[in-house]
């Protein structure tokens, strides 16, 4: 929320400057996320006067200016606006200037050959306004010379994050008493002027929904002349991010940044019967302010009338019963909407306003009618008028919550000792009702008080939350004991080892639009979607890491990148049994771009491939203390993945561990990748669960013995894994064989068509003496019958 101090002032009597207001502000719990100063951005600009205008030599739409700066000789300007003229008075960037609407920063150049000495500068292009058909005209008793910010009177303007507890600081009165309270100056109420309606309200009010919209209040004003508001009004309004519209809107909108309370003017001649707040039906549409057509359904409360729907309600005003230029006769209305309800209808429509921000929080049930008093008085200053008299419909629940507290609280929950005074002191100037027996009685605009654990807090803050000391907890002596579960060991585990390998880690969202997310669900599977997302685009729990990780590939591909190897330890998200949520722990991983750069020692660069995906899988499930030995290949990695190009790890046949490959090309060009991509998918919840052992190592015992290796070559199903041989292989004799690994693959000359001669080298270690020869033959034997059972046969 924006502010400017100028309108801060308007509310709190104060001598501090904006740097004493932040620092109270962020040590009152209302964060001060930037203060700028205008002055700053209209610095080199100054109020000049223009002595002669000329046509420009040679541009029918330029003129040239002889321009008086109050300083020195005149200066000569080149200007296009059509009002400049001889004898006005404007503003004057000089050079060395930099205008607030592009960063241009201004120079003294030449103009179809005239020398131009700055520029003289449009509301626009000062960012005070979006008129930009001329040039600034100041009234004739402005000073040539005064610094256009000094002539402006331009305040600092606060940029303050409230937090979706602290609605009654959505105005800036709220935020005024809550710096009175702190000390920094008086609080100043605004002035509820009392209205003398002139007869009845001619238009019937009621509220058919009593449950979306408890109280309805109105009033016609008659007569008025809509045009454009006063410049006190629009500046306050520019200051706080606000485009002036027109009077009548202006109005409105200052009321709702003054004190919170949305409210909305209708043109009368464009209403027929009663205004009635009601449920929407389904498939009802209206056409709201921003210009787009909503469809509504029966859950909406809207304001209508016998012709239809004029106004989402709590959220924007329609279109159709939009005030304009030739609007006289008006209708206000102030309502009260029930939050949740509000806050519904915003996230199905995917609307989201200014009004709904507030009602959504919960504004001021008791401010309805001092509401609607502030806002008649200011139109009928700003646009004439005469007012009728209020009618209302229902009630708003402005009962306020009675709570007995306890100062004592203070020090037990907020851990700082202030005096019983002082709290009494801080929750009557936030506009709580203390008495003599600590029955605290909270204002009705203040939701978010539920209980004496709230009254502390409000003691608190105000008090300073940086008055409260940092205190360590008590810690037992002795050696602490590890609190690591065995999941967050294992993501430790494999994160490092990932990071190790070379790969950079990414931390993605976990949501994914519902179209994605359905193309990377198993068969069958069923999703989870958020009834309150952050966008349509994230609202669908993701099944696997890869969609978040291709979407990272495409934006570092699309910005330069040539090789990425990124990976992410996190949780994909379905549904188990009965329905409920089922989190896996889960590691992607996925390879784009040139595995090595083109070079004069290795040619043409080379890209990433099927197998350097299983490598990285295979040396990651042995990080996480997989049996890698054990693993065996099989195809079905699932219809993301190439199916000629993927595989699974599996312990058996149905434990899938991890699936790996290259994805599909219809897969990565859905994400607008135009490279091959590879991956890697471990689930990590499959793995094993390893036994408990004692808490000490065994001790290393390295064997007495040197290992003997022997080299076996094996003609081989072409078609089948290799994996399958060398599994067979490690298992001939798990006594003496600690490893074997294939060291050559041939097929060619001397090798039948459809095999492969397969090189392993196994490594044998004896035990307490050293292999006799009848013993290697044996083990050899071993390994040729376990090789002959998946079709291995021996070379001669």
Not at 64 to 86: F, I, K, M, S, Y
Not at 761 to 781: M, N, R
Request: hydrophobic share 40%.
């Amino acid at each position: 929320m924006k502010f400017s101090l100028e309108w801060l002032k308007h509310f709190l009597d104060t001598e501090a400057d904006a740097a004493q207001i932040a620092e109270t502000l962020n040590a009152i719990g209302l964060e001060v996320e930037g203060v700028e100063d205008p002055a700053e951005r209209l610095a080199g600009f100054r109020v000049a006067e223009v002595l002669t205008a000329e046509k420009h030599p040679d541009a029918d739409k330029l003129q040239v200016l002889t321009v008086d700066t109050g300083e020195g000789d005149p200066l000569q300007v080149v200007c296009g606006a059509p009002n400049a003229r001889a004898g006005m008075k404007g503003v004057l960037g000089l050079p060395g200037a930099v205008v607030p609407t592009n960063g241009m920063e201004l120079r003294k150049s030449a103009i179809r050959g005239v020398e131009s000495n700055g520029m003289m500068c449009s509301v626009r292009e000062l960012e005070l306004g979006d008129e930009h058909d001329g040039i600034i005209e100041l009234p004739g008793d402005a000073p040539v010379g005064q610094a256009f910010a000094d002539y402006a009177a331009s305040s600092p303007i606060f940029d303050v994050a409230i937090t979706p507890n602290r609605p009654d600081c959505m105005g800036v009165m709220g935020i005024a008493r809550d710096l009175a309270a702190a000390g920094l100056g008086t609080f100043k109420p605004v002035e509820v002027p009392a209205i003398d309606g002139a007869g009845a309200c001619p238009v019937e009010v009621r509220t058919d929904d009593a449950q979306g919209c408890p109280a309805f209040h109105a009033r016609v004003i008659r007569g008025v002349k809509n045009g454009a508001s006063p410049e006190w009004l629009q500046k306050r309004l520019i200051d706080a991010g606000q485009r002036p519209i027109s009077a009548l809107v202006d109005c409105t909108n200052y009321l709702m940044l003054a004190c919170g309370r949305p409210a909305h003017v209708y043109d009368l001649a464009k209403l027929s019967g009663a205004v009635v707040a009601r449920r929407a039906k389904d498939g009802e549409t209206v056409e709201a302010l921003n210009g787009k057509t909503y469809t509504l359904d029966d859950s909406m409360t809207v304001i209508a009338d016998d012709e239809g729907v004029h106004d989402i309600g709590g959220i924007m005003g329609g279109e159709h019963s939009s005030v304009t230029g030739e609007t006289t006769d008006v209708l206000l209305e102030i309502a009260y909407f029930e939050p949740e309800a509000i806050g519904v209808t915003g996230r199905k429509l995917g609307l989201a306003t200014d009004a709904r921000t507030r009602f959504e929080r919960g504004v001021d049930p008791a401010f309805l009618d001092d509401g609607l008093a502030l806002l008649t008085d200011l139109i009928v200053q700003t646009c004439g008028g005469e007012p009728t008299e209020v009618t209302v419909a229902g009630k708003a629940p402005a009962d306020a919550r009675t709570l007995q507290f306890d100062p004592a609280l203070t020090a037990n929950l907020g851990g700082v000792e202030i005096a019983e005074d002082e709290q009494r002191r801080i929750l009557e100037s936030l506009d709580f009702s203390v008495d003599a027996d600590w029955q605290v009685i909270c204002p009705p605009r203040r939701h978010d008080i539920e209980g004496a654990a709230d009254l502390v807090e409000e003691v608190v803050r105000i008090h300073g939350l940086d008055k409260v000391e940092s205190v360590a907890l008590p810690r037992a002596e002795g050696v602490a004991r590890p609190t690591a579960t065995a999941e967050q060991k294992l993501e430790r585990r494999v994160r490092r080892a990932a990071a190790a390998r070379g790969l950079h880690e990414a931390v993605t969202w976990s949501f994914l639009p519902t179209d994605v997310a359905e193309r990377f669900a198993e068969e069958g599977a069923q999703l989870w979607s958020l009834a309150n997302p952050i966008s349509e685009d994230l609202k669908t729990m993701r099944p696997s890491l890869l969609p978040g990780l291709l979407m990272a590939v495409q934006r570092n591909l699309d910005r330069g990148a040539t090789s990425l190897r990124l990976f992410e330890v996190g949780r994909r998200y379905g549904r188990g049994k009965n329905g409920a949520s089922d989190e896996q722990l889960t590691l992607g991983a996925v390879f784009a771009g040139d595995k090595t750069p083109r070079g004069w020692a290795t040619g043409k660069a080379q890209g990433f491939d099927a197998y350097d995906a299983k490598g990285e899988a295979l040396a990651l499930l042995a990080a996480a203390g997989a049996p890698v030995d054990n693993l065996m290949v099989f195809g079905e990695a699932g219809p993301q993945f190439h199916p000629g190009q993927s595989g699974t790890l599996r312990l058996g046949p149905k434990n899938v561990l991890a699936r790996f490959g290259m994805l599909h090309p219809r897969t990565i060009e859905s994400f607008d990748v135009d490279a091959p991509v590879a991956a890697v998918e471990i689930y990590l919840d499959a793995l094993p669960k390893g036994r408990k052992s004692d808490f000490a190592r065994p001790a290393y015992a390295p064997p007495a013995l040197q290992a003997v290796k022997r080299d076996f070559a094996f003609l081989f199903d072409a078609e089948k894994p290799a994996s399958d041989l060398l599994r067979a292989v490690r298992g001939a004799d798990k006594t003496h064989i600690v490893d074997a690994r294939i060291f050559d693959d041939f097929r060619g000359s001397g090798v039948p068509e459809g095999k492969r001669s397969l090189a392993i080298e196994v490594t044998l270690q004896p035990g307490e003496k050293s292999f006799t020869e009848q013993e290697l033959k044996a083990i050899s034997d071993a390994i040729t019958a376990a090789a002959s059972k998946q079709g291995g046969e021996l070379r001669g």
